[in-house]
């Protein structure tokens, strides 16, 4: 990467559908005539392997970069964290559900227990990850990569006064790019070369508390411990293709499957800082999470040859009247309910 | 023909009209004549859920037509302008068909709730089910726990503030 430039990396959508090839490539088109802008184009994200040249590729990149995927912006950032490709989570105005935070923006956040956050040491670094969903055309994206770019360059001149102030020049000397591995040629073929669909859960370590009812409940081995007993996906492949269960087992909607189809699982943003919608779920009928998710669970097992086990096995036991929280800010409903115009 | 009940949420009065089913997921059913002939269960939203959710922006099934289906299973997803969540099947049987002019323009589901905005026709028994007078007093017996859950995120949050 030369000096300077920002890395801008497109994740392709899965499949071929030409509305999403003609965004990715109109995008493409326009950033390469962009000065400091420093482009690459990957398959889909999630369906990179750990040797998939486009994955070798994001690990190679030192600095800051925009990645554009086809995925809720939580999904993409924690999808990078688990392939070790870490940093500041990038904030952008571009994300729809930002721009409603006019209504009550004196509200506090609902968070409450924070996440044990992410594993590995964290780089001094920004990745700002962008939905290719929010918006059809791309010029939107190219302002707002436009936008990141200043910030970026105001980031790095505050880092470079920083380790000035700071640090001793004798430092430099840490050795680290002499025990670089061979760099991959990282060429547009290679970087695209063809990926198959993959399956398994992504861990949002900055909700996730460690209570390891994911562990209990997953009954294929997914799911492991570090040495430090902090909870990681440990097998990915053991995963079963549709299978979302510990999903909907988590208490702190933590576990992502960023290609499932229901927003809540796939990554949507959570609670006030995500959508002003109340999840009427449980009131429709899908109250029991639970249930459903030992059906597919079930499901599962069966089609492996294993008995179902029902509710029997790793169901966390919680007070049943209490619900784990809805899961969407859920304030003035009934109030509004009350201003209605019938 | 009775008349119809009402359910009131706070001010506003949800119509719930005699002589029709209604399921515990806060749809209503009524037999209707299948394309073979054979009688159906058509489903819809009830006054009381199409008055938490508002506007219907965006309605998806994630089964096709002619699946089975069990009690409880997802079988779509709605987005509305206050409220989003999964749909969920209120019997187990054979889901026929879905409302096709919905997924075009879902307005229907709010200004004809219990005509044209129908959402499918399930081959299903109609066990199970329950009347509007038995309706009402679902609603009227849940409507302080419903409240709760609803507002559940507000005190939340002034609990976490004391």
């Avoid at chain 1, 790095?156 to 004798?170: I, L, N, V």
């Avoid at chain 1, 209990?216 to 990681?232: A, M, N, P, S």
């Avoid at chain 1, 933590?254 to 949507?268: N, R, T, V």
Wanted: hydrophobic share 35%.
């Amino acid at each position: 990467m030369s000096k300077g430039k920002l890395t801008v990396v497109i994740s392709q959508a899965p499949g071929k559908n030409p509305a999403k090839r003609a965004l990715e490539e109109n995008l493409a088109a326009s950033l390469l005539m962009e000065p400091g802008i420093e482009l690459s184009i990957i398959p889909h994200l999630y369906d990179l392997g750990p040797d998939h040249t486009g994955r070798l590729f994001l690990e190679s990149i030192p600095g800051d970069m925009v990645v554009l995927a086809w995925l809720f912006p939580r999904a993409g950032f924690w999808l990078l964290d688990r392939d070790g490709i870490r940093g500041t989570e990038g904030q952008s105005p571009l994300h729809p559900i930002a721009e409603k935070d006019d209504e009550d923006s004196d509200e506090p956040p609902p968070e409450k227990a924070p996440g044990i956050g992410p594993l590995g040491e964290v780089p001094d670094r920004t990745i700002w990850c962008l939905d290719l969903r929010d918006h059809a055309g791309h010029q939107i994206y190219l302002e707002e990569i436009r936008r990141i770019r200043a910030e970026a360059a105001l980031l790095r001149e505050g880092r470079q006064a920083a380790k000035q102030a700071t640090r001793p020049p004798a430092v430099i000397t840490l050795g680290l790019p002499t025990q670089k591995k061979p760099t991959p040629e990282f060429t547009p073929e290679t970087l695209l070369a063809p990926s198959n669909r993959r399956w398994y859960p992504v861990i949002d370590y900055s909700r996730c508390t460690n209570c390891m009812e994911c562990l209990d409940f997953c009954l294929f081995g997914v799911y492991g411990v570090d040495g430090l007993d902090r909870i990681l996906v440990e097998n990915q492949d053991s995963c079963k293709k549709g299978c979302p269960a510990c999903s909907r087992v988590c208490p702190e909607q933590a576990i992502i499957f960023p290609d499932y189809k229901s927003a809540a699982i796939a990554g949507a943003p959570v609670g006030n800082i995500g959508g002003l919608k109340i999840d009427l779920s449980k009131l429709f009928g899908g109250e029991d999470q639970m249930v459903v998710a030992a059906q597919e669970r079930d499901r599962e097992l069966v089609k492996d040859g294993r008995d179902a086990v029902g509710l029997a096995v790793g169901i966390p036991k919680r007070q049943s009247d209490k619900p784990k929280g809805p899961r969407d800010e859920l304030d003035s409903l009934v109030d509004a309910l009350d201003n209605l115009d019938i | 023909m009775a008349e119809d009940l009402w359910f009131t949420m706070g001010k506003i009065p949800a119509r719930l009209p005699a002589g029709i089913l209604y399921a515990k997921n806060h749809m209503w059913a009524r037999p209707e004549i299948g394309p073979d002939g054979n009688r159906l269960l058509r489903h819809g939203f009830t006054h009381y859920a199409i008055l938490l959710m508002k506007d219907v922006y965006f309605l998806e099934w994630n089964i096709s037509e002619g699946d089975p289906v069990t009690l409880s299973q997802e079988i779509g997803h709605i987005e509305t302008s206050k409220a989003e969540s999964g749909l969920y099947c209120p019997a187990p049987g054979t889901l026929v068909r879905f409302n096709a002019s919905l997924l075009d323009d879902p307005s229907a589901i709010n200004t004809d709730g219990y005509g044209s905005g129908w959402l499918f026709d399930l081959d299903a028994p109609d066990t199970g089910y329950m009347n509007a007078e038995q309706y009402l007093k679902y609603l009227s017996d849940n409507w302080e726990k419903t409240q709760a859950m609803l507002k559940g995120k507000m005190n939340q949050i002034e609990d976490d503030e004391s």
